[in-house]
């Protein structure tokens, strides 16, 4: 069993940064793959970005490549993600998830354990 609780989330102007943290409790954190959505009032979730459990593959969404960067901490159990640059469109509130299945960490649906959100506000 692995709970997970986002924080870091706020009031940005465009063009600031907000790094994002993900703490977990369990056992068994640092086997998961970890990734982090983000779901906009009346859109579906999105992925952004995930982490293999060794840190040693991580992947983005095409609209944050270059200005976000996700990293974990297995010690602390604790996963990041620090977001550059931020832009409007990325206001939403960001969830992290924890998944068994790296191959499908952009899918949603194969996440055992979600946390709670943090929002994310991007003012022009």
């Known amino acids: 069993q692995v709970q997970l609780v986002e924080s870091g989330g706020g009031l940005v102007q465009a063009g600031g940064s907000l790094r994002l943290s993900c703490a977990a409790s369990?056992?068994?954190?640092?086997?998961?793959?970890m990734g982090w959505f983000r779901q906009a009032p009346g859109k579906e979730r999105e992925f952004v970005s995930g982490?293999?459990?060794?840190?040693?593959?991580?992947e983005y969404t095409d609209s944050v490549e270059g200005r976000f960067t996700i990293s974990r901490d297995n010690a602390k159990k604790t996963v990041y993600l620090q977001m550059s640059s931020l832009k409007p469109e990325d206001t939403a509130v960001y969830y992290c998830?924890?998944?068994?299945?790296?191959?499908?960490?952009?899918?949603?649906?194969?996440?055992?354990?979600w946390g709670q959100g943090t929002q994310v506000t991007v003012s022009s």
């Open positions: 998830g924890g998944t068994a299945y790296r191959n499908n960490w952009s899918d949603p649906s194969w996440y055992a354990y």
């Open positions: 982490i293999s459990w060794d840190s040693g593959s991580t």
């Open positions: 369990g056992r068994t954190f640092a086997s998961y793959a």
